[in-house]
């Protein structure tokens, strides 16, 4: 395995935090019987570095089960969102999008673990040390236990500046259409960080892209910022959601795209629970409830074939 001070570099701040959060939901997802989603690389990760070795990987490690707070609900939540994004990020693909670019791609294995179509390039676009250490994990597994999959091109960036020189310089091409995800990744950035960023996507999406993302709407009370879930994640693994989310008045990305030409398709995670049907369900003080998924496509996206 690689050095353990070396992998702890890579995910030892909060955002990194983060990246094991959800790497610990999506294994965890993965072992139940009605799993929404699965990623067999993802426990690796968490048992890979210190801070999360402990954390549980399997439905039966979790005390209390789905009733659990931060294991339970927010683990399905994490669940959910990797499913309707996994779905999205395909149906693009097979509907003729060969480039899929991952903003803020933590330990995300899309590239690795989806079935997609000849031809396609996922790149993953994070921070040095984070990609270090997925990089480390992925290098120590078996050969027999990495398929394919798509190709899989790595740039590392901060996306608070600017990173669009990065991604073409590693071969990605501003004249064909491509599948944006930023996943998890707006709700810590600045504010002047997402309008930069959105700009950039507008910029390099030609028309056929399309852009999915993760925001929350407006400002939480006092009730809902006490939610278990936030707490919980303090308490028990040192991830205090709170103090990362960017305090600043957010942008409407979704309007602003809108006013580019974009068509944008606004949805709540619930809207999925209750396609799925399974998945958390609306709640008293929910810190769930301003969550929403957004969905916008550059019109020229050919059809969709799957």
């Not at 979790?62 to 683990?75: F, K, S, T």
């Not at 960036?157 to 990744?185: I, K, Q």
């Not at 398709?265 to 709640?283: A, I, K, N, Q």
């Amino acid at each position: 395995m690689p050095d353990t001070a070396q992998q702890d570099r890579g995910v030892a701040g909060g955002v990194g935090l983060t990246a094991l959060l959800v790497a610990a939901a999506r294994a965890v997802e993965t072992h139940r019987p009605d799993a929404l989603a699965r990623d067999p690389y993802a426990e690796h990760f968490v048992r890979a570095a210190r801070a999360s070795a402990r954390w549980p990987v399997r439905p039966e490690e979790v005390p209390g089960g789905e009733a659990d707070p931060l294991w339970g609900r927010l683990g399905r939540y994490f669940g959910l969102r990797t499913r309707v994004l996994d779905d999205h990020l395909l149906r693009q693909a097979y509907g003729g999008v060969r480039q899929v670019v991952l903003l803020g791609a933590g330990l995300d294995t899309r590239a690795l673990r989806l079935d997609w179509p000849p031809g396609c390039t996922v790149f993953e676009i994070d921070q040095e040390e984070v990609l270090a250490f997925k990089h480390g994990v992925l290098d120590a597994l078996p050969a027999g236990d990495r398929p394919p999959g798509a190709s899989r091109v790595t740039v590392a960036a901060d996306l608070r500046h600017d990173w669009g020189a990065a991604l073409t310089g590693a071969g990605f091409a501003p004249s064909a259409p491509a599948a944006w995800l930023a996943e998890g990744l707006l709700l810590y950035l600045p504010s002047a960080a997402e309008r930069r960023l959105i700009d950039m996507v507008d910029r390099m999406g030609r028309a056929g892209s399309t852009l999915a993302y993760e925001v929350k709407l407006g400002v939480e009370s006092a009730a809902v910022r006490d939610s278990p879930v936030y707490a919980e994640a303090k308490e028990r693994i040192g991830v205090d959601l709170l103090a990362l989310f960017d305090g600043e008045p957010r942008p409407d990305s979704a309007a602003d795209l809108a006013a580019r030409g974009w068509s944008t398709t606004v949805r709540t995670p619930f809207d999925f629970t209750r396609l799925h049907g399974r998945g958390p369900l609306p709640e008293r003080h929910d810190c769930l409830a301003a969550n929403r998924w957004v969905f916008a496509r550059r019109p020229g996206v050919p059809a969709l074939t799957r």
